[in-house]
């Protein structure tokens, strides 16, 4: 018995039912699947017109998945790879930058835990904290506030 071909449309619905997805990742999904006659951007216009797609909802579900174990720059990059529009960046930014420092701060407690013992622990913990995309002011009032906790 041959297995029957899901469509373009179900398929996309199947995608979108598990996460939310950009318009450009979803785009690259689809266009393997895509057959002569099939056209993608035209589906994408229908999910976004019926709103199954959107590029606030995704934009807002990457950011809670990342925001607690990466930094601003580095989500902010991964919402840019994934096509989102520089007005949307500019507003998530903002909501980013006020919690940031707390955010590296909670990282760092759930990595290290311990006050670093000399300065070569305290570089290697920075940049840790660097390599997960957090900003110079947010690593140096983590280490602050982590500093204050033990005195």
């Known amino acids: 018995m041959a297995k029957l071909q899901m469509s373009l449309k179900a398929r996309a619905l199947r995608y979108l039912s598990a996460r939310e997805h ?3 990742e979803l785009a690259r999904k ?10 993608v951007d035209t589906l ?3 999910l976004e017109a019926a709103k199954l797609l959107s590029q606030e ?5 990457l ?3 990342r925001s ?3 930094g601003n720059s580095r989500i902010l990059s991964e919402l840019k790879s994934h ?10 930014k903002l909501g980013l930058e006020q919690d940031e420092s707390a955010r590296a701060r909670e990282v760092w407690l759930r990595k290290f835990g311990t006050v670093p013992d000399n300065a070569n622990d305290r570089a290697k913990q920075m940049r ?6 957090f900003s110079n002011r947010a690593i140096r009032a983590a280490m602050r506030a982590v500093d204050n906790d033990e005195d």
């Open 22 to 24: 950009s318009r450009m």
């Open 30 to 39: 689809l266009s393997r699947y895509a057959q002569e006659g099939d056209n």
């Open 44 to 46: 994408l216009d229908a």
């Open 57 to 61: 909802r995704f934009s807002e579900s």
């Open 63 to 65: 950011v809670n998945r």
């Open 68 to 70: 607690a174990r990466f």
């Open 83 to 92: 096509g989102i529009d520089a007005d949307a960046l500019t507003d998530i």
């Open 128 to 133: 840790f904290l660097m390599q997960r995309g």
